[in-house]
Every structure is written in C-alpha cells, then in structure tokens.
C-alpha cells in the first residue's frame, strides 16, 4: 500500500455476527457489486475504524497497536487488498463496478425482482397461494376507500412479517384498488442523510411490469436536482424495502397495474426540509421536491411507505442482549412515533429525538416524507411485532403496519395502541432465516 494512501470504505452494512462461538464483523455491500459478504473477526475493530479516508497506514497501525494489536504493513495491506477485492473499499476497482452494473441496469427492460426465489417464490403460481395463505389468517378490518392516504408496510423478510404485511395490506385493501397512481417510498439502506433517489427503470414483479409515472418522477428530479435525484440509482437495483411493498401492491391489486413512482429515501436531513410551514426551508431541494409529491397526493396518488421499525440487541451495535423489560421500552417508543405520526413529520422526528434515536428505526426516512407529503393523517396501527434477528434470540427488528387515514372531526389521532388489542408482540421466524438481521 502507497505511504500516502488513505483507505476509505464505501457505504456498506456492518453487523456484529456470531459463528461458532466468535463474534465477527459482517461486511455488506447492498449493491453486492463482487457478489459476495465479508466476515472480518472483531478484534480486527480499531483497524476497520480507521478505513476512513482520514487515516494513512501508519496512522492505521499506531492506532491498531494502541488496542493491542500487534500487525506489520504487511498485515495491514493483506486486510486492504482482500477489503479491496470484494470492493468494499472506494477505488478505481470500485468505480468501474459500479459503471457497469449501472449500465447493465439500464440496458434490461425493467429492474429485474433481486429477492424472488429467495425471500418469496418466483413463479407466480407459487407466490399467489403463498401470499393467499397469509391473506387467509388476516383479520383486519377493510378501511373505507375514501379515509385512507397510504399504507405503512414493513420491509422485513416475508418469513417474519407475514402476519403485518397481510394485515396492513388488508386494512388498505379497497384503497389500492382504487388507487390509478401510487408513490412508493422505501426505505434506503445505503442513502445518504436528506437523499431522494429516483430510477429510470420500470419495477417488476412475477406478476409484470409497473407502468411508469414519467411526470412525477421528471418533476421531482427538477425539484431536487437531476444529478443528485440519479446519483445513486444503482441502489434501487438490489433494494428490498420497495421490491417487498411492490409483491404485495400487485397482489392486492391481483395483477392489474398502475402508475407507480418508487422514491428511496435516506435518514432524515434537516427537519425544516420536511416542513410545510414554507420558509425557511421552502426553497431547498429536499422542499421543492416534496412539494411535487405534495401536488400528486392532493391529485389523488396513493402513498405505500415500507418501512421497519426499531433494530437493537447485539446484531445491530448494542452491547447486551434485549429481554423483556428492555422490549416493552422499545415497543412503548415505537408506540409514541406511531402516535406521534399524528402531528406531521416534524412531531414524529422529535418523538424519534426523545428516544435519542438510540433504537435504530430505519424507516424514519421514507415515514418523514410520506408524513410530508399527506394531508393531515393519524396512523391507524392494525398490528405490530418484534421479530428475532439473531440465533440466539437476542436481538430484535420491530415492525409495524397500518393506514395512514384522514384527520376528520371526531376522528381519534391516537389509535396505535388501541387497534392493538390482541396483545400479539412476537413472530416466529424459522431458523434457516435468522443468519441475517435484516432477513435479505
């Protein structure tokens, strides 16, 4: 390695895992550009810490010697050469990938489903009677049409989510039917802080392909910024939150299509980017676009929000393992966002503060926006869950679904907890699923 050189990794998933008996780090590339996942032993930590771009090998190994870590140069550059092999650190290795994965992207005829065959069959056969026997055990109440702006959805495996998504999707039933437009917002793993990320390409599922809303989507990119709205666009390519919420938009709808705008929405920004109060923040980007979304909603589009709720426990960076006192606080938390939903975005951010976002609730991005864009909504929570994502049961993904419905008179703002009578918390997760935290 080059003296000078300033190793710096890309944006990658980083997971503690545990295999037979030692803890690892566990490198993932979303975008999967070498088709393969790292696992790098803990006490490798200090060292991983300094693939920053700020830190220069020497640098490196004074830090990984005040740890404890006795490595040579060529240590160091066996560890950067196999990080670099599976291009997870930035490079020219890295750049070249990423412009050919971009370009086969563009060249196919839609955005291939990434998750069919593994997180739910692909032949579409198969898949109906799968998704109709979770149908078959959902018993939300249909909302009138007419109340409902959007669905939340989780975007955890099927395995585990099952009942969640059967019920959400239940409940809004009658309203995605009826819906001619819908705006997907999913949730961006890989985003960066305040992105929107739009995609040329058409989605698809066994059932077909997703008419485009080239209006919205041209729209928005004026607003926010063509370079900024594509930057990214290869993350739609292996993105699961929104290819999960598009499976079971076109079950519901039993195949037919509709005008569809898939959104993926990194970590909040700025909260006054998602204010509709107009100054200070009217005139940013992030504003600008939301106002194009704000104009579609009013128009009639429907709003699909896939997002999770709380990630915590070992898995995820917390240093004990989360029982049953330390669930029910995660679950009264999720409780008070959900009800805080009722607000707008900026009450549900603050309620997100008030935790110290020490939980790790991923879908704030996309539920930011979508709370945004509606007119004023209380979210009708139908059902909720904390699925393990560990073998050991230690660590925990919380999800959640529901409608989001129109504030009327009379109408309560606080329903979370009170749709919630049959006391179901937990669901089941086979043990072949547990190997990864999120579940794909």
Not at 269 to 277: E, I
């Amino acid at each position: 390695m080059d003296p000078n050189e300033r190793p710096h990794f890309r944006q990658i998933e980083v997971k503690r895992l545990q295999q037979h008996g030692r803890w690892y780090f566990h490198l993932r590339d979303h975008l999967a550009l070498a088709g393969r996942e790292v696992l790098v032993p803990e006490a490798l930590g200090p060292v991983l810490a300094r693939l920053d771009g700020r830190h220069n090998p020497e640098q490196i190994l004074e830090s990984a010697a005040r740890a404890g870590l006795v490595l040579n140069q060529t240590d160091l550059n066996a560890i950067t050469d196999h990080l670099k092999m599976a291009l997870l650190l930035e490079g020219e290795a890295t750049a070249s990938a990423t412009a050919e994965a971009l370009a086969t992207y563009h060249a196919a005829p839609f955005r291939p489903p990434a998750f069919a065959g593994s997180v739910y069959p692909s032949a579409l056969p198969d898949l109906i009677a799968h998704l109709m026997a979770f149908d078959m055990a959902a018993g939300a109440e249909v909302l009138p049409p007419d109340r409902v702006c959007g669905v939340l959805t989780p975007h955890i495996d099927f395995a585990r989510g099952s009942r969640i998504y059967a019920q959400a999707w239940r409940q809004a039933r009658d309203a995605v039917r009826d819906a001619e437009q819908v705006i997907l917002l999913g949730t961006d793993h890989c985003g960066s802080r305040g992105s929107l990320t739009l995609t040329s390409q058409h989605y698809a599922t066994p059932w077909g392909t997703f008419d485009d809303d080239p209006v919205v989507r041209d729209a928005v990119a004026a607003a926010f910024g063509e370079e900024a709205a594509y930057a990214d666009e290869l993350h739609h390519r292996t993105e699961h939150s929104a290819e999960l919420a598009a499976v079971w938009l076109h079950h519901v709808r039993n195949g037919k299509s509709v005008l569809l705008t898939p959104v993926l929405c990194g970590p909040p920004g700025p909260a006054l980017d998602y204010s509709t109060d107009g100054p200070p923040g009217a005139n940013s980007p992030t504003s600008r676009a939301l106002g194009v979304l704000r104009s579609a909603v009013a128009e009639g589009a429907f709003v699909v929000v896939a997002g999770d709720l709380a990630h915590v426990g070992p898995a995820f960076g917390d240093p004990q393992a989360f029982e049953a006192r330390e669930l029910e606080q995660v679950r009264e938390a999720d409780m008070a966002l959900v009800a805080a939903c009722g607000g707008g975005a900026g009450a549900m951010l603050a309620a997100s503060a008030r935790a110290h976002d020490r939980y790790r609730v991923c879908g704030l991005g996309p539920l930011a926006v979508a709370l945004a864009i509606m007119p004023p909504v209380a979210l009708e929570l139908v059902d909720y869950a904390q699925c393990p994502a560990d073998a050991g049961d230690s660590s925990f993904v919380s999800v959640a679904g529901g409608c989001f419905v129109r504030r009327t008179a009379g109408l309560s703002t606080s329903g979370a907890s009170a749709s919630l009578g049959n006391g179901e918390t937990e669901c089941a997760v086979p043990e072949q699923r547990r190997e990864r935290p999120d579940g794909v």
